[in-house]
């Protein structure tokens, strides 16, 4: 087994009917591992499912609310049901709010923290629990952000739930680490997706990013690949409860 292989592991992404996810998804199963495609969209579901089986990929589709436990519990049973492990667990899927916090609802501070880290914790709870009966180890990888770590004006709740991907991350290493898994994060920079493209259209907010990122450009969502696969690899196996920021180096420079 080299030490980056995938081949013979399943992997769960959730959120990975484009974007991010898709990326990291595609880059997985060209790792060697069956990757299990997640979203809501159940056409761009198909979308994908079709791109990377083109692709002689082995994919599966699955498709729940990742705020909602009963609909979890129900599609990891169904998994079970078809001798399906889990043996990555990518939890990518997270919305984005950008309003000031004091126009910010309960509401939708409420609906931000649930799908971008309550349902880390839910993914993580169903699957580890899974991963510890098995006693063959594991990988959880969790999509946090350079906003897990500072802060700019108006995406307050996405701030707050990202900040606390990183540290659900590092609690999960604390409790699970010994069952040999390894849970771990990663802070995506300024990429280009459909989340960020209104950014990207913005010239005032495009020349910041450039111009505030010592790569001088924009991450692309192939640029979290080497990345997902390292901390889904054997090669990571003694890595726990980091976050790696692949962000060109704009959180190390002032
Ligand atoms: C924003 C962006 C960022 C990026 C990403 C940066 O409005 O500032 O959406 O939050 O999406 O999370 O790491
Ligand atoms: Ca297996």
Redesign the pocket.
């Known amino acids: 087994m080299t030490l980056f292989d995938l081949t013979g592991k399943t992997a769960l992404i959730t959120g990975s009917s484009g974007g991010l996810g898709y990326a990291m998804a595609k880059g997985l199963a060209e790792a060697g591992a069956r990757v299990i495609v997640h979203g809501r969209n159940t056409e761009k579901l198909e979308q994908a499912r079709q791109a990377l089986a083109e692709a002689r990929h082995d994919v599966l589709v699955t498709s729940f609310d990742v705020t909602d436990e009963a609909a979890i519990e129900r599609a990891l049973a169904d998994l079970d049901a078809q001798g399906i492990d889990i043996d990555i667990l990518v939890n990518n899927a997270g919305i ?1 709010l ?1 309003k000031p916090l004091v126009e910010t609802s309960h509401e939708e501070w409420q609906k931000v923290l649930d799908t971008n880290l309550s349902s880390t914790f839910l993914m993580g709870r169903h699957v580890a629990r899974r991963m510890i009966a098995r006693g063959q180890g594991g990988k959880v990888v969790n999509i946090g ?3 897990s770590s500072v802060a ?1 004006p108006t ?1 307050g709740a ?1 701030t707050a739930a ?1 900040g606390g991907v990183r540290l659900i991350t590092q609690s999960m290493a604390a409790e699970w680490a010994e069952h040999g898994i390894q849970a771990n994060a990663i ?4 990429m280009i997706t459909e ?2 493209q209104p ?1 990207v259209d913005k010239p005032e907010f495009n020349d910041w990013i450039i111009n505030r990122t010592p790569a001088r450009r924009w991450g692309t969502p192939d640029d979290l690949v080497g990345t997902v696969v390292y901390l889904a690899a054997p090669a990571s196996n003694f890595v726990n409860g980091q976050i790696i920021y692949v962000d060109g180096g704009l959180l190390s420079v002032i």
């Open positions: 984005q950008r952000s350079l906003m700019r995406v996405y990202k802070g995506p920079g300024y989340m960020t950014l």
